[in-house]
């Protein structure tokens, strides 16, 4: 089992920046990877970030390459998404997931296992 607490959403200005952190714990050495994933009001959920937990490869939604970066902590068996040049449409309940099947595709929300309860980030304009 592993237990995904996401933590770090709040209000910003567009433009502005946050940083979203997902406490990992239970077996995350085995997990493949850690991601992250968005759900804006009256859409579905989907992919924003992943990374692999033991070569850290990082994988990236094209609307947030350049802006949001993903990055892990072997140590504390943590996960963080570094969110800047926030817009509006980043306004979202943020999602940590983990994936435990190696060599899945990890933008795809079907190979996550676990997931967490989510933080909400708003961003204003």
């Known amino acids: 089992q592993v237990q995904l607490v996401e933590s770090g959403g709040g209000l910003v200005q567009a433009g502005g920046s946050l940083r979203l952190s997902c406490a990992a714990s239970g077996r995350t050495f085995r997990a493949y990877a850690l991601g992250w994933f968005r759900q804006a009001p009256g859409k579905e959920r989907e992919f924003v970030a992943a990374?692999?937990?033991?070569?850290?490869?990082?994988y990236y939604e094209d609307t947030v390459k350049g802006r949001f970066t993903i990055s892990r902590d072997a140590a504390k068996n943590a996960v963080y998404i570094q969110m800047n040049s926030l817009e509006p449409e980043d306004t979202a309940v943020y999602y940590c997931?983990?994936?435990?099947?190696?060599?899945?595709?990890?933008?795809?929300?079907?190979?996550?296992?676990?997931w967490g309860q989510g933080t909400h980030v708003t961003v204003s304009s």
């Open positions: 990374i692999t937990w033991g070569g850290g490869n990082t």
């Open positions: 997931a983990a994936a435990i099947r190696y060599g899945v595709t990890l933008t795809t929300e079907g190979v996550y296992a676990y």
